[in-house]
């Protein structure tokens, strides 16, 4: 009995553990992925795509209305997501990654940025409309820096 009891247990947190466990999907076939051994200089800037590994967007028009965007580029791989309500579109992985990235190599601001600027400069890549009520980035550089920007109206 005891160890019919112990075996529920493993099998249970085993399971636990496998769904709260985060991991890129649908990765694009193309998309290049962050090495490892990245060295500070021009190297580094080979290796991944964009100024930074990580960017997350969130525009708020209304309590049902927004957009929202994500990247990561990590060990593991490539993952993007995009929902933009307004448009009724729901993309990720591959799909998503493709009308984004487009719009990240437009951007080129880095950690040293001032914040209006790279506030401004996302609006216009994106095509964020002038009635937004909250917009939200969340950048990791490539040099490490995890900066937080915000703008409300």
Do not use: W
Not at 41 to 62: I, R
Not at 89 to 111: C, H, R, V
């Amino acid at each position: 009995m005891r160890i019919k009891f112990f075996m529920a247990i493993l099998f249970t947190t085993i399971a636990l553990y496998g769904c709260t466990k985060e991991k890129a999907q649908d990765m694009p076939t193309n998309a290049p992925v962050q090495q490892n051994n990245q060295q500070v200089g021009d190297t580094a800037t080979d290796q991944v795509p964009f100024n930074f590994l990580e960017f997350s967007l969130d525009v708020d028009y209304s309590a049902t209305d927004s957009y929202e965007a994500e990247y990561e580029n990590k060990k593991s791989g490539i993952a993007a997501k995009l929902q933009d309500t307004r448009n009724n579109e729901n993309l990720q992985g591959d799909a998503a990654y493709t009308k984004l990235e487009p719009l990240f190599k437009q951007l080129m601001f880095d950690s040293t940025t001032p914040n209006d600027e790279v506030i401004d400069q996302v609006i216009s890549v994106f095509h964020i409309a002038e009635d937004f009520q909250s917009i939200e980035i969340e950048v990791e550089f490539i040099d490490g820096n995890e900066k937080e920007f915000k703008r409300l109206k």
